[in-house]
């Protein structure tokens, strides 16, 4: 089945910087990869996704890349804020259409 | 005008007992889910109902049943509870089951003492 690797598992970054965080998936025939933010206590909820047949996405601060060949795709943010601050999950849905979620992100915005 | 919602928000309960845990959503959505999230956060699907027909059922203790009495409600009942059990359950729903946005409800933290 796919597997979903995320890393890192933490990232702090200064206030106005890029934040980058990476995932690699096992199943080549998944196809959609969307990226999901928690702030503390809170629901997930998608800030962005990308399909198979598109490299890149992008809606202001925040892009995703794709690399079908390579099976990673990543989370681009720039410019960052305090209210960024989150766990930020990327997941893959896999040939049964079940999304399995990779392990998880805290960033930390430091002002 | 919450477009996910579950009840109860938080569920404090003693080994062996049982409880349920509703959810509804207004969006007008066919496919609902079921999600557990564990003490490390991590998020692990459960169940899928598309229609009220169950298409997702992972390796899930059968204590755990879902049901759907339509196309608006996901009930989680879970029987003979254990210290295991203790996590934060989600539901969720979207249009559809493939490459549309889940929406999340706000969660409902279960405690098993």
């Known amino acids: 089945g796919e597997n979903v690797e995320q890393h890192p598992s933490t990232l702090s970054v200064q206030e106005g910087d890029s934040a980058v965080i990476k995932c690699t998936y096992s199943?080549?025939?998944?196809?959609?990869f969307p990226w999901y933010k928690q702030e503390l206590g809170k629901r997930p909820q998608l800030i962005i996704d990308i399909r198979s047949n598109v490299g890149e996405k992008k809606d202001q601060r925040i892009a995703v890349t794709l690399n079908k060949t390579a099976k990673h795709f990543s989370l681009h943010i720039t410019e960052t804020q305090p209210e960024d601050s989150a766990v930020y999950f990327c997941a893959a849905m896999d040939s049964s259409y079940k999304l399995i979620f990779g392990s998880g992100t805290r960033l930390l915005v430091r002002p | 005008d919450t477009a996910v919602s579950q009840t109860p928000k938080y569920l404090v309960t003693q080994m062996g007992n049982d409880k349920s845990i509703k959810c509804e959503q207004n969006l007008g959505h066919d496919t609902m889910y079921w999600y557990k999230q564990d003490s490390k956060k991590f998020l692990k699907i459960m169940f899928s109902y598309n229609n009220k027909e169950l298409i997702i059922n992972e390796t899930v203790p059968n204590r755990f049943s879902p049901k759907s009495p339509d196309k608006a409600h996901l009930n989680l009942h879970i029987n003979s509870l254990e210290l295991g059990d203790s996590a934060v359950y989600f539901c969720?729903?979207?249009?559809?089951?493939?490459?549309?946005?889940?929406?999340f409800g706000p969660g409902t933290r279960l405690t098993v003492l």
């Open positions: 969720a729903s979207s249009q559809g089951s493939v490459y549309n946005e889940q929406f």
């Open positions: 199943d080549s025939a998944s196809n959609y």
